[in-house]
């Protein structure tokens, strides 16, 4: 993408910019431009600039369960977890612009007295990486409390209920439409005990510091396999601290790789071959990605 057409279009944009700055795993290589809109109407604009001039366009949330490829991704990146964070309750009704942090929801509500949310907590993404994924925790999952989410598509923004986006086990039907973007989602949660949903909250997050290991990662690389656990499933199969360059398999939870500085999108990906290799030789079990691949080598 010709850089002046992109400055030109763009100039509120930061160019060549690199993503690793933005990604949990700290890996990923420059955006040609990424733009960070602090309203509906600049996300909107944006979006009809950039497809008018056949410009593609990748939208980045927190960072979490992404891996930036080294060579970075061409066009225009769209980052939504710094501004577009906006948040309204109205009674038992909640309403995030999607890159509000599913951390902060789960605060937010609990304090309101409203329960449901609370899983939210173990979930370090926004409310629009949520609703792509149907984001879960504690056994619960963003599809129990979701009413609708606002989706940009065919060129313009609708209204997609709960039933319309196909939610399954970290699935949407946004996978098969990479062009759909979340603008918007609603919730519908019930009153509660503010101290009960606090209480539930902490216990959730030191279950959580607990089983993670305190480097960068992506989150959880694997989906579950049917009837098991991706962690157990690669510790059985003898892969904790399975380690290629700067990436590891974390010995404090083997659904972790972990960077332990300066580690390469190659790396992380040859270690993710590997493991799904070894696993399916000792095991016969087929691991299948959670984590989302973009950019270029």
Known sequence: MHRKTLQRLFPQARFDEPLSRYTAWK????ADALLEPSSTGELLE????????????????????VLIRDGGIR????????NFRGVEVDGTGLVAEAGALYPALANAT????????????????????AVYMNAGAYGSETKDILVWADVYRDGELMRMQNA???????????HAHPDWIVVRAAYRLQPGDPERSKRMIREFRAR???GSPNRPSCGSTFKRPPGDFPGRVIE???????????????????????????GSSEDALKLIELVREKVYERLGIELELEVRILGEP
């Open 27 to 30: 890996i990923g290589g420059p």
């Open 46 to 65: 944006s979006i009809h600039l950039a497809r008018e001039h056949s410009i593609p366009i990748t939208v980045l949330g927190g960072g979490t369960n």
């Open 208 to 210: 959580r510091m607990a």
């Open 236 to 262: 059985a199969a003898g892969l904790k601290g399975t380690r290629i360059g700067q990436i590891e398999v974390s010995p404090v939870h083997a659904n972790y790789f972990v960077n332990h500085g300066g």
């Open 110 to 129: 609990a304090a309101r007295g409203l329960t449901g949310m609370e899983f939210a907590t173990g979930i370090p993404g926004t409310a629009g990486g």
């Open 164 to 174: 319309d986006l196909d939610l399954g086990y970290r699935y949407s039907l946004l």
């Open 75 to 82: 066009g225009l990146v769209i980052r939504l977890a710094r």
